[in-house]
């Protein structure tokens, strides 16, 4: 008896070992026919461009302004449902030229920014507020901001983060934002 089951054991394993070998070798088919193809790209080096692709060029710094933001994370802690967080982002244009924000858009409609309208001289400063309402929301919350701008990249994003701690039914919320 106990020699029909080891050997029963001993079948199943050979024919395990089979089976992962061809699928072993099937894959290494295919990834060389892959690397095949990769170098025969790289001996031709051919770059198909796309039908709807637009040229670009470098842009010149000349034109550009430059982030520099002392803190582009802003940890408001943990509020209660309710309450309002208002948080100014401080940065200073390092670019060569004046920094305009076109336009920012925040991740969700408890957030709202507002911001330097006026160009930003080289060297000076400017700010992006952001204020969080945090009335339904509850547990981690982490909305952010994206500025576009005459910067490279084009686009930056500002964070807010904590967490807001659920109303208790028949509470009293408390009134106006929360300056941290």
Not at 33 to 55: G, W, Y
């Amino acid at each position: 008896m106990k020699i029909n089951v080891l050997n029963v054991a001993a079948f199943a394993v050979m024919i395990t070992l089979g089976a992962s070998c061809s699928q072993k070798s099937d894959q290494d088919a295919k990834i060389q026919a892959l690397e095949d193809k990769i170098a025969q790209l790289e001996v031709s080096n051919t770059a198909v461009t796309p039908v709807n692709a637009q040229a670009t060029q470098a842009a010149d710094p000349a034109t550009l302004g430059q982030f520099d933001f002392p803190e582009m994370e802003y940890n408001f802690g943990a509020i209660n449902e309710g309450q309002v967080v208002e948080h100014i982002f401080k940065f200073t244009n390092n670019g060569q030229a004046p920094l305009v924000i076109s336009n920012i858009t925040a991740s969700c409609g408890c957030t709202s920014p507002d911001w330097s309208k006026a160009p930003v001289k080289p060297g000076d400063e400017g700010f992006v507020k952001v204020v969080f309402n945090s009335a339904a929301k509850s547990g981690a919350q982490a909305p952010t901001v994206s500025i576009q701008a005459n910067t490279s990249p084009t686009v930056t994003r500002l964070k807010l983060k904590g967490t807001v701690t659920p109303k208790i039914a028949g509470a009293a919320a408390p009134v106006g934002p929360v300056k941290r």
